[in-house]
């Protein structure tokens, strides 16, 4: 190792070839000293150390895996922004007057088809997001149809579709493991549905009920099942205007098209879910046993199935139309004048 030494008087000494490292004179070669330092350049610098290269795997470090979707976030990318959607009354029921009361409804809560209903109020629901681009992997559609308790298979999906067809309710045309799917009228008349305003020539398709986004999120799904299902849609439809409604059980099978046990099992898994409330009313009945009273139960949806939280998301959804259209006139306005 070469070094450098100074003298006691300070001043430098030109290193020797005897001197450097202990070298033999005859076995070194020519060495040329750099110029004598100055005092302040014997003082060591701080070492610098550069950040090194990150490892491969660090280059990736900000793409983090995203998870799956669940059934309720699946089904919100495709629900209405404005925070509803509306469905015929005639789903639920016929005008009074008609020959026969029970419709849609009806036939498949006697049916058992849960999984059918739940699918045909999915695609109206979507209907405004698919219309430009129905195609969608059948395992797409059973997903929306899952919820945390209750999952759909895609033959479990299949069937739903095959029981909608033959109702008129869907039309679908099957390209490989995908489907497009186009919903029809509430009554199964075989016609294309199209958004109810009020405007239909036939009277039994002007009427129509709102029903919130909430419906499909799984805290309501996983604790409702057909009956309970059933009830909240007779509910919807009943509330339309009044925010109270009462009807006697025993009618329901005349009126809807399933039994007085099943509205009375609707009621209570309604109730258990906290979506009703009920106010016990005694009035006079001279056919009763009871001292000539009997009971009668008056209803009303709770949270945003209360009639007035879905007139107030209809408001604010027409406030946000008419503001858009107000913006964009007043942009075509600014454009003319420049």
Known sequence: MFFFELCVHGHYSRPTFANIGGMDPHQAVAYRAAPAPDSDDLIAEPETTSKADPEPDDVFAQFVDEI???GQAARAEFLSNRGYFVCRQVFVQHLDGSPT???TLGSLVTAGQLRALLLYLLVIACEHRLASNRR?????????????????STAQFRKAVSVLEERQLVRARWIGTSVELWPGYENGNGEAWEQPTGADEDPDLKRYFTLPNEFFD???LDRLRLPGVAMLLVALKETSRDSTFSISVERYAAWYGFSERTAERGYRELANAGLTRTHKQMIKDPRSGRGGLRARYHRTLLGPFATQARTDARRRAQDSVHASARAQAAAQTEAGHS
């Open 68 to 70: 799956p979707a669940t």
């Open 101 to 103: 009361r029970p419709s």
């Open 136 to 152: 969608l992997p059948a395992q797409t559609w059973a997903r929306m149809l899952t919820t945390a308790n209750y999952p759909c």
């Open 218 to 220: 799984d805290a309501v």
